[in-house]
């Protein structure tokens, strides 16, 4: 029978990380607390209505009857509420469209 | 003459109202009402402005998208859908006294046959008595005290 042989790996052997480096997941770590920053800082209704429809996955009608609200007034605080985070976050989307 | 298909049938949307759908709601189509998916799709398709409101609300998608964040906690929000919850068990509990008087209904000959039973039993139960009362005990006290009278010894002199 034929024995095996253990081939020791080199002494300065590194294995390479294809993961985010670490001054990657900082600046995306930043720009998760940017984004979180920017739909906190939204009105009370504007974040409700962004959280329900976008974070949430509500459908408009879903989300319109828990913010008891026509559909129309609904639509108003997202385009509201999206133009606002658009414009607080205008660097990040600059950056992720670099 | 051909059939329209159901996307061309579907009712077209202006051009007003296709950005209106992309600012509210975003540049998924997912995200747009199911009534008026078809219609902005075709609009997008036939339309080459499309892509340029598309652009705007695509870019604020992606910079939410590619940073997954939870859903900010929030008091007001919360206890919106705590009310909405309540209305909707408040809607369904319109039906519960329905369903109440239906079971009622259920019950009602029910309890009218031991009604019934019950006051049977109650009567037959005072016939009962009644029979012990006028029975060949009391019969025998009637005599003893008619004996003791005299009545009868009376009536035999008179005789």
Not at chain 1, 31 to 57: H, S, W
Not at chain 2, 66 to 82: C, G, H
Request: with cysteine; aromatic share 4%; charged share 30%.
């Amino acid at each position: 029978m034929r024995r095996r042989r253990d081939h020791p790996l080199p002494e300065h052997y590194d294995a390479a990380d294809d993961g985010p480096s670490p001054s990657e997941m900082l600046a995306e770590s930043k720009r998760a607390q940017c984004v979180r920053e920017a739909v906190n800082g939204l009105p009370v209704r504007q974040k409700a209505a962004v959280t329900l429809c976008y974070f949430e996955g509500l459908s408009n009608r879903e989300a319109a009857d828990i913010l008891e609200l026509n559909i129309k007034a609904l639509e108003s605080l997202l385009t509201r509420g999206r133009r606002q985070l658009a414009g607080k976050l205008e660097t990040e989307m600059i950056e992720l469209k670099g | 003459m051909a059939r329209k298909s159901e996307r061309e049938m579907a009712a077209a949307i202006s051009e007003k109202r296709f950005r209106r759908i992309v600012e509210s709601y975003g540049a998924n189509p997912l995200n747009w009402p199911d009534g008026e998916r078809d219609s902005a799709l075709r609009f997008a398709e036939e339309n080459n402005r499309a892509a340029v409101f598309i652009a705007e609300p695509a870019a604020l998608d992606r910079t939410l998208n590619d940073m997954p964040i939870p859903a900010p906690a929030d008091e007001v929000l919360i206890n919106q859908i705590i009310a909405a919850k309540n209305r909707a068990a408040a809607a369904a509990g319109e039906q519960q006294p329905r369903r109440k008087h239906q079971r009622l209904h259920w019950l009602l000959p029910r309890l009218l046959g031991l009604a019934v039973a019950c006051g049977l039993g109650l009567f037959l139960g005072f016939l009962q008595l009644g029979a012990k009362r006028v029975g060949p005990a009391s019969i025998d006290a009637n005599i003893l005290i008619y004996g003791a009278s005299g009545v009868e010894d009376d009536l035999r002199e008179i005789n």
